[in-house]
DNA sequence: GGGTGATCATCG
DNA sequence: CGATGATCACCC
């Protein structure tokens, strides 16, 4: 352990925000947990984003809530992946909140989705609640950006849901929507309500809703790199 | 309420 | 037993 590994600045080009993030390959949750001070939770039930903000700590991104990447400056976001031992994704990935209102004359081009994922740094996270999280380990990071082909796969699924949303029938969204990305629920519990496009055109307050990442779309990605 | 970070837990 | 729908914590 070193403290180089804990910067209290922000990376200013992406080969320096990329080797931070291949130094961290092998820790475990246990020894960064405690270089930065922080308590590890038992379990991640109530702490569902904790893996995700300690990375986000390490690599200098800006913490908190904002729509932006985490890396504005460089165009990266970062997104932590939990993986089993065979490094196959355990989750889907959120990648942002489905606009449901306010569509007008938004394209593919100008979307927020693609403009999250034009450049993602990925960190694969043991993830197997059989093993403790203080002894989870760190992966190898990637930097990616979507080829051709995921780029087409993405555009497809994306123009296909907000074509539901823009129609008023957002209600009708299930999970099976979707190649490679779905609509989900994204909310604190199921009362919660946003505006929305009713059946008939007129305004409507439904549960708020999110864009993820099915597995088999990040599992590929993952593997892609692997195999280089 | 609407964003960020995501995983949980029930059901087919 | 994997995926869908639901949920947790925190910020402003």
Redesign the pocket.
């Known amino acids: 352990m070193h403290n180089d590994l804990l910067p209290l600045t922000i990376p200013d080009s992406e080969p320096e925000l990329y080797q931070r993030a291949i130094a961290l390959a092998g820790y475990t949750m246990k020894e960064l947990a405690s270089l930065a001070g922080m308590p590890i939770p038992e379990?991640?039930?109530?702490?569902?984003?904790w893996?995700?903000?300690l990375?986000?700590r390490y690599l200098g991104a800006s913490a908190?809530?904002?729509?932006e990447q985490?890396f504005p400056h460089l165009g990266v976001e970062?997104?932590?992946i939990?993986v089993n031992s065979k490094g196959n994704p355990l989750?889907?990935t959120?990648v942002?909140?489905a606009p449901l209102t306010g569509n007008n004359g938004i394209t593919w081009e100008s979307s927020h989705l693609r403009k999250k994922l034009c450049r993602v740094l990925w960190v694969p996270v043991e993830?197997e609640?059989s093993i403790p999280l203080a002894e989870r380990r760190i992966g190898t990071a990637l930097l990616w950006s979507p080829n051709e082909q995921e780029e087409r796969q993405l555009r497809h699924d994306w123009e296909e849901l907000m074509d539901l949303i823009v129609l008023g029938k957002v209600e009708s969204i299930?999970?099976?929507h979707g190649e490679v990305l779905?609509i989900?629920?994204?909310?604190?519990?199921?009362r919660?309500?946003?505006?929305a496009i009713g059946e008939q055109g007129q305004p409507i307050m439904t549960?708020?809703r999110?864009f993820y990442l099915k597995?088999e779309f990040t599992r590929a990605l993952l593997a892609r790199y692997f195999d280089l």
Not at 43 to 49: I, W
Not at 64 to 67: I, L
Not at 192 to 195: A, H, K, N, Q, R
């Open positions: 379990d991640l039930k109530r702490d569902k984003g893996v995700g903000m990375l986000e908190g809530s904002k729509p985490d970062l997104k932590t939990p989750e889907t959120f942002c909140v993830g609640r299930t999970a099976r779905q989900r629920p994204k909310a604190a519990n199921s919660v309500l946003t505006e549960l708020p999110g597995k």
